[in-house]
């Protein structure tokens, strides 16, 4: 099975910060990664594709990079309504979501 | 827009079988590669993948779960379903159901999530 793990769990930040968060498998899964947004009560919106493509309708300050087994999610200018909690997603065996990283108000 | 929309009992008792149904609305499940899955979320927890199905009735389940799920599609009516058997207070969770084309295995259409309770 492939694992994959967020880094860091959670993160504090000020309106207007630039946030990274860090996403690996467990072994290479190429460009097989999505990345979600969750807020609470609500389902997971899909934000990034195949690694680096943007979900139609998703805000240009999110972008994502990487392959093989270790990939990042951007938010170049973080906004109020992108409090949340973010998950990576592998597709290259089976469907596996990373635990999670939360990114709350500083 | 596809729209899914998940129904079923919100209380289950130990050792009995859950039952879910989704319903799609926008589009039809026999679209070409086009699969039907399953997600779940306990309480304050992340989300874990239970599996998947296409319309013409492949399965693929999640390795930790698979001796306990079955995943059926009912394409008369547009409709998919899980059946999880043996449930534990462990399966308590908020279940969603969830679509993605195959050439991505992204979710990119889901429902809005139910919440099933294990307890006597």
């Known amino acids: 099975d492939i694992q994959m793990t967020q880094s860091p769990s959670s993160v504090s930040a000020s309106v207007g910060d630039r946030v990274t968060i860090t996403c690996r498998a467990s072994?290479?899964?190429?460009?097989?990664l999505a990345w979600y947004q969750q807020k609470p009560g609500n389902a997971p919106k899909l934000l990034i594709y195949?690694?680096?493509s943007l979900q139609s309708g998703v805000p240009s300050r999110f972008s994502g990079s990487g392959s093989g087994t270790d990939f990042t999610l951007t938010i170049s200018s973080l906004q109020p309504e992108d409090f949340a909690t973010y998950y990576c997603?592998?597709?290259?065996?089976?469907?596996?979501f990373g635990p999670g990283t939360k990114v709350d108000i500083k | 827009q596809l729209q899914l929309q998940e129904s079923g009992p919100g209380l289950v008792k130990p050792s009995e079988t859950l039952s879910l149904t989704c319903s799609v609305s926008?589009?039809?499940?026999?679209?070409?590669?086009?699969?039907w899955g399953w997600i779940r979320q306990p309480p304050g927890k992340g989300l874990e993948w239970i599996g998947s199905?296409?319309?013409?009735?492949?399965?693929y389940y999640n390795p930790s779960l698979k001796s306990r799920v079955t995943i059926s599609v009912d394409t008369s009516k547009n409709q998919f379903s899980l059946k999880l058997s043996s449930v534990t207070a462990a399966d308590t969770a908020v279940y969603y159901c969830?679509?993605?084309?195959?050439?991505?295995?992204?979710?990119?259409?889901w429902g809005q999530g139910t919440l099933v309770t294990v307890s006597s």
């Open positions: 969830a679509s993605y084309d195959s050439s991505g295995s992204n979710f990119d259409y």
């Open positions: 926008g589009g039809s499940i026999s679209r070409s590669s086009y699969y």
């Open positions: 199905i296409y319309y013409s009735g492949s399965t």
């Open positions: 072994q290479g899964i190429s460009s097989w």
């Open positions: 195949a690694a680096s």
């Open positions: 997603q592998q597709a290259n065996s089976f469907l596996t």
